[in-house]
């Protein structure tokens, strides 16, 4: 049956920002899904708030709406665009909540929009979870026995039936918002309470405790016709108990036999069928009983998931193309499979390797969090490696996520290892844990020991064992044998765990390893089992027989993109982002690409975004192995470091020792830029300011350094991304408890010093990411912090056009890039931090490299800087790229036209994420180090109203009445009188604490006084802020903290309010600029209509603006 | 790590694999198949279709679960040889009784392991099927070559005698007996009687030789051939036997060996494929319905039947009900008589699945309204079962 002729246009919702639990893995969907139905020649219109993903680049839509995803915004892009056709199951849980919302407001009926890939009915079938668990039931499956509940008295009542353990799960969360396990009554009441309240329909299921059973997951695809197909078997290594997306996973399922997995299958396909999910994907979890078998059916979700885009990746059989085929009409059988190109997409993909995810954390961003891990997900990112066995493909993810402690190390001596000690640790599931069972197993613990303390089935357990006894031959052997080496690589031991073992370096091993001619093939994913000729070459390498690379076409030259690895704090989808637009420009530039990555969740690693992908680990050794095999098949230009944030940057000097050719900034120019003293002098030579700064190793260094430029001081350590380490110090007790902290982790040493600079107090802080082909600058944006400096820039919001500067201090900012791109020798990007501070233009830092900004800058002045970057990093200049049309044939972002629309990009922080070990959020502040998982942007005309729709893309809108509190800290108290004058004027009722009453009073503003948290309940029960906040009495929250930042503690007081804002969903303000602009959001607010426009609209207006001045 | 000894394997065109004896020591040969099923080892070495075959995993890791009591699709081990990469060292299921190890070497079946399956598949998708020898006594890959030279081909052999039962049995029907069903054991899987015994069939297996006053001996509603072994071209006794079954009205069903003799009965021919299908993902197509169903599949010779217009026959007029859409293979014929009404049908891929998906598991219940003979009233109802419960 072919597509539909009655939908001629289609509306997508993305996923907005990145958060724990939805990354960037709907970017990949989203832009698979748009890709295909623009091909199918459909208008679509997409609705997406984050502007650092690919599909919201203007090409992949015919109206690109950055704008909040909120049904209020939603609906006036439907007014606006009437399409036919609304697709939701493509942009995870918020897209899906988003269409229920319009759906239930009457919008899509309103204006005859169908909801198509699942109805309202399926989704609802999907996932409430009594009504899915009575389909469960009709076809003959099992749930766990549970209980719905509305109420504490629902939950207690519950508990005395179930019995401890219980699971708690709040219903229509993301990413297991507000669930956990309830050992006693009062985690239940805890975390029961807090389900309660995430749940949109204050519904929460209760469950018997299934922990230690085996876990899986089916993904399911279903057409009109309905025929169903599995694509991708998934088993958890951990059991369950552990988040499937804070689990390591392996697929295809290894300990099920064929009865067991088609018993899952049956109810699978029975399951897509009952629930009505009519075209399209699904994603089905089962648990199994390791002692009997019996097979519980967990949950579903009726759109396309996480798990989806890692079985995507895993199979070759990309789900959401294929989903967005079938939701406009096509059958499976219709479709073909690309890889294959002769076969359809009726089958189910066999592997003859294995796939092996493993999450990455990210707690030391969050000291104060529980690492422990439970049924909600922690995670940041996650790292997917291949191998031809299990052994192979898990130590290579280990090393894929970039974390020295990820790997295994047989480097401890033995008998450091307590036996006891290590299975008492392994039996609580955490970050890191499959290091420490490993341990364990080396201290000599039995595999029944280690499957009972983690109820690791069996044979992973065997094959953690057999990993260790290859590490045992390694050590034990009197000398390193090519027999002995094979069988190390065979099982994944990168060059350097051999190394270490044999106390040697991995250049060394590495060297011995190429003169005995042991290197790996690269085998082709290629969803068949080698059944069929793949045609498309995805690759992954093996150390096997024979490879599979073919020999490239004549006349063609390649060059290697490197990316940007497992998403984590500070490098995300920004930097896949630009990879991928270099592969689209170097391919249209006459190229062949070539793609390294090791993400799933990316469209980098999309089998068709470059003419071959490497889905392998971004170390040294494994990017040379790739070099290597490219080298024979063909001519390559050269291996683009500078695009994937710090980690290919890290690998450049490495890859040109081993001559490999960098293109673009040279790894000396890189180093010049890290370097401090070597940046001084770059500095010096220019004439250019730069804060009083000093390196030291250790704390008599730099407390000397500190005493010489005086407190406070900007504390961090070197080549680290994200602010990683940096704070803020006020003193020297704070200065050496640092340096304690961070020598002793090894983040600061001899070759990493710690920089110590002054701190800009009061400072405007302003990022800018520029173009240099040696010759001319094209100044890409320009961007003024909102928050003051000292705030990281990626928390930080921020405009563009910079809303306060004037042309003169943007011609001064310009000077400066250009002299520093000069001095460091920048092909390419480069991005520069200044800091403004009595009208001196201080440099605070230079990468020479793509910036987190990169894809907003681009958005924002709709210049395609990523694309031209890897134009001018492979020869080509500016003046070139703008004959091209590549870049504008005049002018840049320093200079935009009058009329440009504002953008303005605000940071999405993941504290609702984390609890400490009793229960409470981790505290909601800014500060130097990076935290946010993700960013929106506002775009409109003016500044006010970009900044509101920032605001509501990343935290639901700012009230337009009702209660506001505030409580500032000493220094904010006079910039603080007028805007919530202002606030007040507009009608709100405002809270304040004693002290701050009082300044407001004297200044002409009534406020209620509140008791503060520490002055507890009144006498007669008055309650305190806090409690009022609690109470969801208050609307917003200014609260601006009071001396030390992170480093320190901050005072109690404003921590319990700001956590209790942040677990209620109330605005919270914290910094005094932010205040200033949302009064402008509130006032913009107020005027009225608020529209929305596309970036294709905004872009032709532009047009029309330039044509018309030229005129 | 104790180190397995060392074992080769040589392929009929001189390609030679090294890697590492798994299951029983000695030599062995065959003709070299893949399969890319990822489940249901069990399943696969216990299948009779299997014999005289070297089989080689393209799932790397093979023996997981072990090797239980409930699984095996007949009594014993039947593929000459086993070839995997990662072969497990501790099974892991609640079910398992053995190792595959052990039950190998029980059996004397001589495997190898350690080897690039993918590779090897490789090579037997570009090259086609061939003989192959696996030995860990001979470390001279020459001599090896010449004795896989001189073993027997799969072209032209007919193993049906040496898979069937010696002795005819009876499968009861579960519950009421609603319909006789005489069995012929071609290398019949124990998964295929026990679902007519589950529809209503008492069945009554029959060796390979059972002529056909042994057949209408059992007074049966229908007849039916199993899967199995060998060139469908070199039989002739049962495709015979068929085609008086069908000049007495007798409806029949048809399993992948069956499908093919069907096919010859009814004058089509049959030809080897260059490398077969075998794996549990193949994408068939009801030409009858419309509607895709993933099926389990075995099969290395194939009938040559036109797709486009069905063929007059003695027995009625035959068509191509069910195709492969990955190469437009025919999987399925049917019989019709002058009204129409189905008289018998074949298909040649496994709906009994084990191991494998059950789309197929309503053909049975075809087989049972076929010998109901209420086909055409339950038809339009058949065509949406799958859809019960949306």
């Known amino acids: ?1111 | 790590m104790a180190l397995p000894a060392p074992a080769i394997m040589v392929l009929e065109d001189g390609r030679t694999f090294r890697g590492e004896s798994f299951g029983a020591e000695g030599e062995t040969f065959g003709e070299a198949v893949f399969s890319t099923g990822m489940s249901g080892y069990q399943e696969t070495l216990t299948d009779p279709s299997y014999h005289r075959q070297v089989v080689v995993m393209t799932a790397p890791h093979v023996g997981n679960t072990g090797m239980n009591d409930e699984d095996p699709e007949s009594s014993r081990i039947w593929v000459s040889g086993y070839v995997v990469r990662d072969p497990s060292r501790v099974p892991s299921s609640w079910r398992s009784v053995r190792g595959l190890d052990e039950a190998l070497r029980d059996q004397g079946v001589v495997g190898i392991s350690g080897v690039d399956t993918r590779a090897l598949t490789r090579h037997l998708r570009e090259r086609g099927a061939m003989r192959v020898g696996i030995s860990t006594t001979e470390t001279d890959p020459e001599r090896l070559l010449a004795r896989v030279r001189e073993s027997g081909e799969m072209e032209g052999a007919n193993l049906s005698e040496a898979v069937t039962t010696r002795e005819s049995y009876v499968v009861p029907a579960q519950g009421e007996r609603r319909f006789t069903v005489a069995a012929i054991d071609l290398g019949i899987k124990a998964n295929t009687p026990r679902m007519m015994s589950e529809r209503g069939m008492e069945v009554h297996v029959l060796p390979a030789t059972a002529s056909l006053d042994e057949v209408l001996a059992v007074e049966p509603d229908g007849l039916f051939f199993s899967n199995g072994p060998g060139d469908p071209a070199a039989t002739t006794a049962q495709v015979e036997l068929l085609q008086g079954a069908l000049r007495a009205g007798l409806p029949y069903f048809g399993i992948c060996f069956g499908n093919q003799l069907f096919g010859r009965a009814l004058g089509f021919g049959t030809y080897k494929l260059k490398y077969g299908h075998r794996g549990i993902n193949q994408p068939v197509m009801d030409r009858t319905t419309g509607k895709v169903e993933v099926t389990a599949h075995n099969h290395g010779f194939a009938v040559d039947a036109p797709l486009e217009s069905s063929t007059t026959t003695e027995f009625g007029e035959a068509t191509v009900s069910h195709v492969c859409l990955n190469d437009d293979v025919v999987e399925g014929l049917e019989l019709r008589d002058a009204d129409g009404r189905l008289t018998s049908f074949s298909v040649q891929y496994h709906p009994e699945a084990a191991a494998g998906p059950h789309d197929a598991a309503y053909l049975f219940d075809r087989f049972a309204d076929l010998m109901g003979g209420g086909l055409e009233a339950r038809s339009a109802r058949t065509s949406t079962t799958g859809k019960t419960g949306a």
Request: aromatic share 6%; net charge negative; proline share 5%.
């Open chain 1, 1 to 1111: 049956m072919p597509k539909r002729t009655d939908i001629q246009s289609v509306l997508v919702i993305g996923s907005g920002p990145i958060i724990i639990g939805q990354a960037c893995e709907f970017d990949y969907s989203g832009t698979q899904a748009c890709r295909v139905l623009r091909e199918e020649g459909l208008r679509v219109i997409l609705v997406n708030s984050n502007p650092a993903t690919i599909m919201t680049d203007p090409e992949f839509a015919d109206a690109t709406y950055v704008e909040p995803i909120t049904p209020e915004y939603v609906e006036k892009v439907i007014a606006h665009e009437r399409p036919d056709a609304l697709l939701a199951t493509l942009g995870g849980q918020t897209a899906l909540n988003c269409a229920m919302a319009l759906d239930r407001a009457g919008v899509l009926e309103k204006y005859g929009v169908e909801l198509i890939g699942a109805s309202i009915e399926a989704i609802e079938r999907g996932e409430n979870r009594q009504q899915f668990k009575k389909i469960v039931e009709q076809l003959g499956g099992e749930s766990a026995r549970s209980t719905i509940c509305h109420s504490m008295d629902d939950l207690l009542a519950a508990a005395d039936d179930l019995g401890y353990p219980m699971v708690v799960r709040p219903s229509f969360t993301m990413g297991g918002t507000g669930s956990g396990i309830a050992y006693d009554e009062a985690d239940l009441r805890r975390i029961g309470g807090a389900g309660l309240a995430a749940s949109p329909t204050t519904e929460v299921l209760l469950e018997e405790s299934i922990l230690g059973w085996k876990e899986y997951e089916l993904e399911v695809m279903r057409d009109r016709m309905d025929n169903s197909v599995i694509v991708c078997s998934i088993e958890n290594l951990d059991p369950m108990g552990v988040h499937t997306g804070d689990s390591i996973t392996v697929a295809p399922a290894m300990t099920l036999t064929d009865r067991e997995y088609q018993k899952m299958r049956d109810l699978a396909i029975g399951i897509i069928r009952a629930v009505g999910v009519d075209t399209g994907g699904c994603n089905i979890q089962y648990a199994v009983n390791p002692a009997d078998g019996r097979l519980i059916v967990i949950e579903m979700n009726p759109r396309v998931s996480r798990s989806s885009a890692l079985a995507s990746k895993a199979t070759g059989f990309p789900i959401a193309k294929i989903a967005a085929k079938v939701a406009i009409g096509y059958t499976l059988d219709e479709i073909r499979n690309d890889i294959t190109q002769e076969t359809p997409a009726s089958f189910e993909p066999t592997l003859d390797y294995v796939v092996v995810k493993v999450p990455r954390f990210a707690f030391e961003k969050f000291p104060e969090a529980d690492p422990t891990l439970t049924t909600h997900m922690k995670s940041v990112g996650e790292a997917m490696a291949i191998g031809r066995n299990f052994t192979e493909a898990l130590q290579k993810a280990l090393r894929s996520l970039e974390s020295k402690h990820a790997p295994f190390d047989w480097h401890k001596e033995f008998v450091e290892l307590d036996k006891d000690a290590l299975l008492a640790e392994v039996a609580t599931p955490h970050d890191g844990r499959l290091k420490k069972v490993m341990d364990a197993i080396r201290a000599g613990a039995t595999p029944e020991e280690i499957h009972d303390a983690t109820k690791i089935d069996p044979w992973f357990v065997d094959q953690l064992a057999l990993i260790n006894e290859v590490a045992v031959e390694l050590i034990d052997a009197v000398e390193l044998t090519p027999g002995l080496l094979r069988t190390a690589k065979r099982h994944g031991f990168s060059d350097e765990q051999i190394g270490k073992i044999r106390g040697l370096s991995a250049d060394v091993v590495r060297g011995v390893r190429h003169a005995l001619g042991i290197r790996p093939v690269y085998k082709t994913v290629d969803t068949c089992a080698a059944e069929f000729a793949a045609q498309t070459p995805y690759h992954y390498s093996s150390y096997d027989e024979e490879t599979e690379v073919q020999p490239r076409a004549e006349g063609k030259e390649a060059v290697i993109i490197l990316g940007s690895g497992p998403n984590r704090i500070g490098q995300g989808i920004e930097f896949d982002y630009s990879c991928v637009h270099a592969s689209l420009a170097l391919a249209e530039a006459g190229y062949e690409t070539i793609m390294v990555n090791c993400n799933p969740e990316t469209v980098s690693t999309d089998y068709d975004t470059s003419d071959r992908l490497y889905f392998e680990p971004l170390t040294l050794e494994d990017v040379l192995e790739i070099v290597h095999a490219e080298q024979l098949a063909g001519p390559v230009a050269g291996v683009v470091c500078q695009l994937g944030g710090q980690t290919p940057l890290g690998l450049a000097q490495g890859l040109a020792d081993a001559g490999v050719p960098i293109v673009g900034t040279t790894p000396e120019s890189i180093h010049l830029a890290e370097e401090r003293g070597a940046f001084g002098r770059v500095l010096a030579d220019a004439g250019l300011p730069a804060p009083k700064h000093g390196t030291a190793t250790s704390y008599p260094q730099a407390q000397r350094i500190a005493h010489e430029i005086g407190y406070p001081v900007l504390v961090r350590p070197s080549y680290v991304l994200g602010g990683r380490g940096m704070e803020i110090v006020y003193d020297d007790g704070a200065l050496e408890a640092y340096l304690e902290k961070y020598v002793a982790n090894g983040l600061i040493n001899e070759r990493q010093p710690v920089l110590v600079d002054r701190f800009l107090d009061d400072a405007v802080e302003i990022d800018v990411d520029a173009l240099f082909d040696g010759e001319e600058l094209f100044l890409g944006g320009v961007m003024e912090h909102i928050e003051e400096a000292g705030i990281h820039s990626g928390d930080s919001s921020c405009a563009l056009p910079p809303i306060t500067l004037g042309r003169e201090e943007v011609e001064r900012i310009r000077r400066s890039t250009e002299a520093i791109a000069r001095g460091l020798g920048v092909r390419g990007l480069l991005n520069i931090q200044f800091a403004l501070a009595s009208d001196v233009l201080y440099v605070l830092e230079a990468n020479p490299r793509a910036s987190r900004t990169v894809p907003f800058v681009s958005k924002a002045t709709a210049t395609p800087l990523a694309k031209a970057a890897a134009r001018v990093m492979l020869g080509e200049s500016i003046a070139e790229l703008r004959t091209a049309g590549v870049l504008p044939a005049e002018g840049d972002g320093g200079h935009l036209p009058d009329g440009s629309p504002i953008a303005v990009k605000e940071a999405v922080m993941p504290f609702d994420r984390f609890k400490t070990a009793d229960g409470r959020t981790v505290d909601a502040l800014l500060g130097p180090e990076m935290r946010s998982t993700g960013e929106v942007m506002g775009f409109d005309s003016v500044f006010g109203t970009a900044f509101a729709k920032a605001q509501a893309a990343a935290y639901g809108s700012l009230p337009l009445s009702g209660r506001v509190f505030v409580s500032v800290a000493n220094r904010d108290k006079r910039h603080m009188i007028f805007p919530v004058k202002q606030i007040a004027d507009m009608g709100f009722e405002i809270l304040a604490t004693a002290g701050t009453a009082e300044v407001l009073r004297r200044n002409g503003v009534e406020a209620t006084v509140v008791r503060k948290h520490s002055e507890g309940e009144g006498p007669d029960g008055e309650p305190t802020i806090v409690g009022r906040i609690w109470a969801r009495e208050v609307d917003l929250v200014i609260n601006t903290p009071h001396g030390s930042t992170s480093g320190g503690s901050p005072r109690a007081d404003g921590y319990d309010i700001r956590t209790a804002a942040v677990s209620t969903d109330i605005p919270c303000i914290t910094t005094i600029q932010g205040l200033g602009a949302a009064v402008q959001g509130l006032e913009a607010m107020r005027r009225g209509q608020i529209g929305v426009r596309s970036l294709q609209d905004w872009a032709a207006l532009g047009a029309a603006a330039r044509e018309g001045r030229d005129g």
